[in-house]
């Protein structure tokens, strides 16, 4: 067992973080929860469940593996460490590279793993409140989703299995509670349970991407600290409700738990795998020269072909994956990724009730400096193909359109089509039929954005139109990229958005969510029945 939670804490100096409470309601738990791990039994000691096992069973593993959310303290300003939550894992066996740090932050190892594999994984929760572990992208059976009917309690364990049959690109793992005060994401996302997933294929490798040093994984979040570096989050006042109308905004940008920081490279091409993993920021990427951002990714793997915009829009769960050429620029010059500024709407920040903020949404920032130190050469050209087996759902005039309303309930947070979540429940119009391709059509009738999500698949982008003026964010639309596949799609405010979903393999329940978190917590998630 990895012993990295022993670091040992003065508990009469430390403050944690504040605002362990419902996202629900105003209630604040005692902070100190924060960092109080359970002891080392599993709860197959405790109450026989431990050994709950979802998933494959017959076959051999080509990967075996510990993961363990757990307290710990993690230096990531100048200064004292600050207290979060992490994931830790332990390989037992397969490639080698199947576990690597993702820096010496607090964010979960990456974990790499190649199309074909047949993976297990023992979840385990040193937390003192309900977990689970989701993995954000993958197709797999439903009770491996990691939804939150299928919670993991303090001190037990799960152990999932599933084949490893999505396309080359990059996911991401997170909890996904739900207590009996609300929602859990937000809280515990924001404590530090996240990590990125790679998936790789013979395909994509053949293409010659930049690989090794040539490839950065980039995880971006935003933070807000007090005192001696204590993160805070949210309190019982009236910030706290605004806070979850709006959804989180940090102080601070962090890149892979530190940070931005300044990496030297030299002059060949580089591959950027950014994903969003804040709770609620948008972020406008560009490049300091104002040269094109060249994008040959999204959530769902390779696009067909590179495409170039003037920025990327990245919304919160959302990956996409980019391509920069240095071997032009002189060594001693140095380039910057920024995340540009926007104009957000009245609840964002940017120009209206939160001005006053230190990070509004929409402001300018950077997220990374590469300096070009020294001449290279190599590195193979973009290919212009990346993905000609690109498949994407087809439809036709005859193909089922489901309609979702996005809306406010006032006092009580959001809602799809009126309702709330509502534990497992699925109403007459949320089940769908094994086999089939449906249209869903996202309505926005609320002044802010919304990431929306589908557990259990990847869906394609058939159409996206502004109904009246009421955009409100503007400066984002020319960066939404939505050729391609996808997990998670970002509806501005008054858009219709339309997307083609399959539904292959496996019946049961999955959810459906606004991945702004403060918003899921606060209602805006249901589940849907896939019925064979």
């Known amino acids: 067992?990895?012993?990295?939670?022993?670091?040992?804490?003065?508990?009469?100096?430390?403050?944690?973080?504040?605002?362990?409470?419902?996202?629900?309601?105003?209630?604040?738990?005692?902070?100190?929860?924060?960092?109080?791990?359970?002891?080392?039994?599993?709860?197959?000691?405790?109450?026989?469940?431990?050994?709950?096992?979802?998933?494959?069973?017959?076959?051999?593993?080509?990967?075996?593996?510990?993961?363990?959310?757990?307290?710990?303290?993690?230096?990531?300003?100048?200064?004292?460490?600050?207290?979060?939550?992490?994931?830790?894992?332990?390989?037992?066996?397969?490639?080698?590279?199947?576990?690597?740090?993702?820096?010496?932050?607090?964010?979960?190892?990456?974990?790499?793993?190649?199309?074909?594999?047949?993976?297990?994984?023992?979840?385990?929760?040193?937390?003192?409140?309900?977990?689970?572990?989701?993995?954000?992208?993958?197709?797999?059976?439903?009770?491996?989703?990691?939804?939150?009917?299928?919670?993991?309690?303090?001190?037990?364990?799960?152990?999932?299995?599933?084949?490893v049959v999505d396309r080359a690109g990059l996911y991401w793992y997170h909890p996904h509670p739900h207590g009996p005060d609300g929602g859990r994401v937000g809280f515990q996302s924001y404590a530090g349970l996240a990590g990125p997933l790679i998936i790789e294929d013979d395909t994509e490798r053949a293409l010659g991407l930049p690989a090794g040093d040539q490839e950065m994984i980039l995880l971006l979040q935003d933070r807000s600290f007090a005192g001696d570096n204590e993160l805070t989050y949210l309190d019982g006042g009236m910030g706290s409700m605004m806070t979850r109308?709006?959804?989180?905004?940090?102080?601070?940008?962090l890149v892979n738990g530190r940070p931005p920081e300044t990496r030297d490279v030299g002059t060949r091409p580089y591959r950027l795998r950014i994903l969003n993993g804040s709770n609620s920021r948008i972020y406008k990427l560009a490049w300091s020269d104002d040269r094109p951002v060249t994008v040959i990714g999204t959530g769902g793997g390779l696009l067909a072909a590179p495409e170039q915009r003037p920025f990327v829009t990245l919304a919160p769960a959302q990956r996409i994956d980019l391509w920069v050429d240095l071997s032009t620029t002189e060594p001693g010059k140095a380039l910057r990724l920024v995340s540009d500024s926007y104009r957000a709407g009245m609840m964002g920040g940017m120009g209206g009730m939160m001005s006053d903020m230190a990070l509004p949404a929409g402001a300018r920032?950077?997220?990374?400096?590469?300096?070009?130190?020294?001449?290279?050469?190599?590195?193979?050209?973009?290919?212009?193909?990346?993905?000609?087996a690109l498949q994407l759902p087809t439809v036709d005039q005859d193909t089922r359109v489901r309609r979702f309303e996005l809306g406010v309930v006032m006092m009580r947070g959001f809602a799809i089509n009126g309702r709330q979540f509502r534990g497992a429940t699925v109403a007459d119009d949320e089940t769908v039929t094994l086999g089939d391709t449906e249209i869903w059509e996202f309505v926005n009738n609320t002044m802010m954005p919304h990431p929306m999500h589908v557990h259990g698949l990847q869906f394609a982008v058939i159409g996206r139109k502004q109904v009246g003026s009421r955009r409100g964010w503007s400066g984002l639309a020319a960066g939404l990229v939505d050729a391609g596949l996808h997990d998670t799609i970002l509806v501005l405010p008054g858009e219709h958005l339309r997307i083609a979903l399959t539904f292959t393999d496996f019946d049961g329940l999955y959810l459906y969510h606004c991945h702004n978190m403060e918003h899921e917590d606060n209602g805006m998630m249901r589940y849907y029945r896939v019925r064979a």
């Open 245 to 253: 109308m709006r959804g989180f905004l940090g102080d601070q940008v």
């Open 365 to 388: 920032f950077d997220v990374l400096t590469l300096s070009v130190t020294r001449r290279e050469r190599g590195g193979a050209p973009l290919p212009k193909r990346l993905a000609d």
């Open 1 to 163: 067992m990895s012993t990295s939670h022993t670091t040992p804490i003065d508990r009469g100096r430390r403050i944690l973080v504040r605002g362990l409470g419902s996202l629900a309601g105003v209630t604040v738990v005692s902070p100190t929860l924060l960092l109080t791990a359970c002891n080392d039994k599993t709860a197959a000691d405790e109450n026989g469940n431990g050994s709950a096992y979802h998933g494959i069973t017959d076959g051999r593993f080509s990967v075996d593996m510990r993961l363990r959310a757990h307290p710990d303290t993690v230096s990531i300003l100048s200064g004292s460490p600050s207290e979060v939550w992490r994931y830790t894992a332990n390989r037992l066996s397969g490639p080698e590279d199947t576990l690597t740090p993702l820096g010496d932050g607090y964010c979960g190892p990456v974990i790499r793993l190649r199309r074909g594999q047949r993976v297990r994984m023992r979840l385990e929760n040193r937390l003192p409140e309900d977990t689970t572990v989701h993995w954000h992208g993958l197709h797999v059976p439903p009770d491996v989703d990691g939804q939150p009917r299928l919670p993991i309690g303090p001190g037990a364990a799960m152990t999932v299995a599933f084949n």
